[in-house]
């Protein structure tokens, strides 16, 4: 059955999108490689996707250096937060017009 | 979007979340193991204070018998972290996870204050011959790291962290029975929440 998505965010159409700001909404912040290995995806594919979250501004980014190594957190922004929690909203709507 | 997907998505949702925040690696037999070396210990050590010469009333720091103690105590310790971290390594790598992750740090950074604050505090004591202290000391204070460290883990640790209190304040509330509590909370508690575990999610 095919299900009219109203409030449905385009940012978070994509799985590894919605997974990222999952775990960024649930942790105060993660850093890429954590990420990468969480989600078990490549360099590229994260990296793009963090880039469109950025864009949107649902993410804010922290660089800085362990030592020598670049380490590079993610923060959700308040902004991600609130846009996470309408889709989920949305999401659980659907699931009761579905009941009904 | 297909219903199907739908709860697909919700699941994968809530794994992610579970999966970032908590450390699951953590294997329910090296509880038992833990528990299992803390009973010999304190077995060895009750035959070391209620047998062979008579009651030593006044014991100093550096009296033979202390020290024996000190490395039983430390010889569990060591085993049991030992055993601790082999278990769990090997239970990350069936799974597939990394052992040195975001949770695992969170983990111990968290349970350690409480523990190295408590083993300190534990220690000066005993240096200045206040020995009735170890019991109740030892167990309060890991159970405070143990609920302090339960955030980043299994919910079901605060529980082994909150009965280590209890049985602390006990120990406080009757002195002379350290050894008895001791061994209840180190031993007996590890090997009960040890198998506990290892039937709820090891299997």
């Known amino acids: 059955m095919k299900v009219t998505l109203t409030d449905f965010d385009k940012a ?9 700001m999952s775990v960024l909404v649930a942790n105060e912040s993660y850093d890429f490689n954590s990420l990468k290995e969480l989600l078990a995806v490549t360099d590229g594919n994260l990296a793009s996707h963090l880039k469109a979250l950025e864009k949107e501004q649902y993410i804010t980014i922290n660089k800085s250096f ?3 190594k670049p380490n590079t957190r993610y923060f959700a922004s308040d902004l991600g937060k609130a846009a996470f929690k309408k889709h989920l909203q949305s999401l659980e709507n659907l699931i009761k017009q579905q009941k009904l | ?5 739908l709860y697909a998505e919700i699941a994968s949702i809530r794994s992610i979340m579970e999966r970032s925040t908590k450390f699951i ?3 329910g037999l090296s ?5 299992i070396y803390a009973l010999i210990g304190a077995g060895l050590a009750y035959k070391l204070i209620y047998t062979g010469e008579p009651q030593v009333v006044y014991v100093r720091y550096n009296d033979p018998l202390v020290v024996q103690l000190f490395l039983i105590a430390c010889a569990v310790l060591v085993c049991s972290i030992g055993t601790g971290v082999w278990l769990t390594v090997r239970k990350a790598a069936k799974k597939g996870e990394s052992v040195w992750n975001q949770s695992s740090q969170m983990l111990l950074k968290n349970g350690a204050l409480p523990l190295l604050t408590g083993g300190c505090f534990v220690l000066l004591l005993l240096c200045r011959g206040y020995y009735g202290v170890i019991s109740p000391g030892c167990l309060i204070f890991y159970g405070l790291a143990l609920v302090a460290a339960s955030r980043y883990t299994y919910g079901d640790v605060k529980w082994l962290g909150l009965c280590d209190i209890g049985l602390g304040l006990l120990a406080t509330l009757l002195p002379g029975y350290g050894l008895l509590f001791w061994a209840l909370g180190f031993g007996v508690l590890h090997i ?4 506990i575990m290892h039937f709820k999610y090891d299997r």
Do not use: P, W
């Not at chain 1, 799985?15 to 990222?20: E, G, S």
């Open chain 2, 25 to 27: 690696s953590l294997s």
């Open chain 2, 1 to 5: 979007m297909e219903d199907k997907d």
């Open chain 2, 31 to 35: 509880g038992v193991m833990a528990g």
């Open chain 2, 192 to 195: 009960l929440y040890g198998t």
């Open chain 1, 12 to 20: 978070f159409e994509n799985r590894v999108r919605l997974q990222i």
């Open chain 1, 66 to 68: 362990l030592g020598r």
